[in-house]
């Protein structure tokens, strides 16, 4: 249980980090003329962000889940894939990565990185995270209820974003 705690408190971490690097991301792109679109829902996605990591906590300690290697490990090994795919997305947009929308005027898209084969990739980093960082402990519940409520969330987000997109130039 301690490893799960510490895996946890790390991902609080890298989430902090997001938050500043995304912070000064934005604060880049706005003197650039970027806009942000969707703001409305930002506050619900930082809340079920932080939801899935406090819900897998208490479901591992409250409901005595215990760690299974023959799911914990994969599972593990799947988080991993799905962090270094978050950073690559936020190292193949550079200043232009953050948590928000914002979109710069007159600058094409990325088509570089996971980008040249998928349109959203930090939102697959995303869903396969939510699914697999409850399952390292067996946090089930937490995985179905952040899969859910996501999945929802996603579909705002990926409007408001293919929205908010549509206006760029091409390549």
Known sequence: MTFYVVLLALFAVERLAELIISKRNIAWSMGRGGRESGAGHYPAMVALHTALLVG?????????????????????????????????????????????????????????????????????????????LPLVHTAWITAITFTALNAWLLTVRIRAENRALAAVPAA
């Open 56 to 132: 897998a906590l208490v479901e591992v300690v409250v409901a005595h889940r215990p760690f299974l290697p023959w799911l914990g490990w994969p599972m593990l090994a799947i988080v991993v894939a799905a962090q270094s795919l978050r950073w690559w997305c936020i190292r193949t947009l550079g200043r232009r990565w953050n948590t928000r929308i914002v979109v710069l005027p007159d600058v094409p898209l990325v088509t570089s990185g996971p980008y040249r084969w998928i349109r959203h990739p930090n939102y697959v980093a995303v869903v396969v995270e939510g699914i697999a």
